[in-house]
């Protein structure tokens, strides 16, 4: 994964090409944000290159562009899960917010 300005890319290597190729995964309105290079120095460039025109396109057309990430995320548990999630944060002392982070950022670290 690559990062610029809060955007996020995801990368492959194209074997039969030999090129590297890179996709932004957060860029909102305009899903598709792709770039390629035949080494790491020009991927990132173009990446850059590619982050600054969707910014740019999305200025040009009057659109918002998607913010990298805020930070919120919404869940929808159902009631079932959402009891159990409640009951886990209560006995591990925390709120329902630190406890849904706390076994994120564990399973994130563990992936």
Same mark, same amino acid.
């Given at each position: 994964?690559?990062? =610029? &300005?809060? =955007?996020?890319?995801?990368?492959? =290597? +194209? ?6 190729? @890179?996709? *932004?995964?957060? /860029? @909102?309105?305009?899903? !598709?944000?792709?770039?390629? /290079?035949?080494? *790491? ?19 040009? +057309? ?5 913010? #990298?990430?805020?930070? &919120? ?5 159902? #009631?079932?899960?959402?009891?159990? *999630? /409640?009951?886990? /944060? !209560?006995?591990? @002392? ?5 406890? !849904?982070?706390?076994?994120?950022? +564990?399973? *994130?670290?563990?992936?």
């Amino acid at each position: 994964m690559m990062e =610029y &300005k809060g =955007y996020i890319a995801t990368v492959e =290597y +194209d074997d039969s090409v030999g090129l590297l190729h @890179g996709q *932004v995964v957060n /860029a @909102g309105p305009y899903p !598709i944000v792709m770039f390629e /290079a035949a080494d *790491v120095e020009g991927l990132e460039r173009e990446f850059r290159i590619s982050v600054e025109e969707y910014l740019t396109s999305c200025e040009e +057309d009057g659109v918002e562009p998607r913010k #990298p990430f805020s930070g &919120k995320l919404t869940l929808r548990l159902g #009631p079932a899960l959402h009891q159990r *999630v /409640a009951v886990s /944060a !209560i006995q591990s @002392g925390m709120s329902i917010n630190e406890w !849904i982070k706390h076994v994120l950022e +564990d399973r *994130v670290q563990s992936a």
